[in-house]
């Protein structure tokens, strides 16, 4: 199942176009050397206009998170219960997705997620979380 087609602003143009490529970028502030999200046109740290996309790990932990037993869009009504969930990735920003691929009540904090991708109808791709599995000594593989 597609995802419906997905508004982008000019600040976010650079990551929804590496997502037709499945690859999953962040905004990097040259000035401090910091990664943020979401996509603006100054840092947010320390307001420098120097930005480049990064690729990014896809690799982070659930900070928090709420099932949706009513859909938010009439597109998601078949999907519900779905666990939204904000995400801190590796790179230490916050990242609001969904957690796919798991039962959404299962879904708890402090859990390790990597990326997947859904992808939307003109190409480019939703990147959402899955969680990491676990080897039988129970570390994440």
Known sequence: MTR????ES????????????RQFV???????????WYPRAACPGCLGSGIEWRQASGRGTVYAVSVQHN?????????????????????????????????????????RVHLTW???EDGRAVAVFEPEQE?????DL
């Open 71 to 111: 859909a938010a869009l009439p597109e998601f009504k078949d999907r519900v219960p779905y666990a939204v969930a904000l995400v801190e990735l590796d790179e230490g920003v916050r990242f609001m997705t969904n957690i796919v691929n798991v039962d959404p009540l299962a879904v708890a904090i402090g859990q």
């Open 4 to 7: 419906p087609t997905q508004l």
């Open 26 to 36: 962040l905004p990097w502030c040259t000035t401090c050397e910091r990664p943020f």
């Open 118 to 120: 859904e992808p939307i």
């Open 135 to 139: 080897d039988s000594s129970g570390t």
């Open 10 to 21: 000019t600040e976010a143009g650079p990551y929804w176009e590496a997502t037709r490529a």
